[in-house]
């Protein structure tokens, strides 16, 4: 069956460092990725899609990769400030009937430390 | 422009009650989709609203259903409410329920607590 994993375990790094955040995903082949940060007792909110035909997508401080071969994404946030710090989602297009289910991972917690 | 709101933000129901939750999506979005979120849990598909049709179902019991009205505003109805019901249930908006890559839009969510 189709499964996404992210980073099992919470992230904390030190202010002013990279954050690198990991999504693997297995029997799927999706056309593209979106990355969703979310705050506790709030939705999630996009930051970045990223196609199968792109290797790489940046917007500010975050970079993110799609390895199609290895099933997986990588997000990175550069020079890491404690405002970074959320759960960050993976998620993957699933065809439901005629609607496009977005399926998600479940998510890592990161704490970026003063 | 408005962004998707949700109402209401916290609900304590018991075991076997019915449940009503609103959704209001942003300002020229046609699709609603909701989403359960358990604790420490990324969001599941619950179904898709567009044109007032379920256009989508994840992989859900009939006892959760929706409506969608002309004004696209949504509603999610959960009948004989179960403890694993408890979660925070998440609406999302959208233009296009198609094949395009389109992002979601989400509220912040009702926080449903099952006694």
């Known amino acids: 069956s189709q499964k996404i994993e992210q980073n099992s375990e919470a992230l904390n790094i030190q202010e002013g460092k990279t954050a690198t955040l990991t999504c693997n995903y297995t029997?799927?082949?999706?056309?593209?990725l979106q990355w969703y940060r979310q705050d506790p007792g709030r939705g999630p909110v996009f930051l970045l899609l990223i196609r199968e035909n792109e290797k790489e997508k940046r917007k500010e401080r975050l970079k993110v990769t799609f390895d199609t071969t290895l099933k997986q994404s990588l997000f990175h946030i550069t020079a890491s400030q404690p405002a970074d710090s959320a759960t960050y989602l993976c998620a993957l297009p699933i065809s439901s009937g005629s609607a496009r289910q977005l399926t998600f991972g479940s998510g890592t917690q990161l704490t970026v430390l003063p | 422009e408005t962004g998707v709101t949700q109402s209401p933000t916290h609900l304590i129901k018991t075991r076997g009650q019915q449940v009503t939750l609103r959704c209001s999506s942003q300002?020229?979005?046609?699709?609603v989709s909701w989403y359960q979120q358990a604790l420490g849990q990324g969001p599941q598909f619950i179904f898709q609203y567009y044109r007032e049709e379920e256009n989508g179902r994840g992989n859900f019991p009939p006892r959760f259903s929706g409506l969608q009205f002309p004004n696209y505003s949504s509603e999610l109805n959960v009948n004989a409410l179960e403890l694993d019901d408890s979660a925070l249930y998440l609406c999302?908006?959208?233009?296009?329920?198609?094949?395009?890559?389109?992002?979601?839009?989400f509220g912040s969510g009702t926080q449903l607590s099952v006694l």
């Open positions: 029997n799927y082949s999706p056309a593209y």
């Open positions: 300002s020229g979005h046609n699709t």
């Open positions: 999302a908006s959208s233009l296009d329920p198609g094949q395009r890559a389109e992002k979601l839009f």
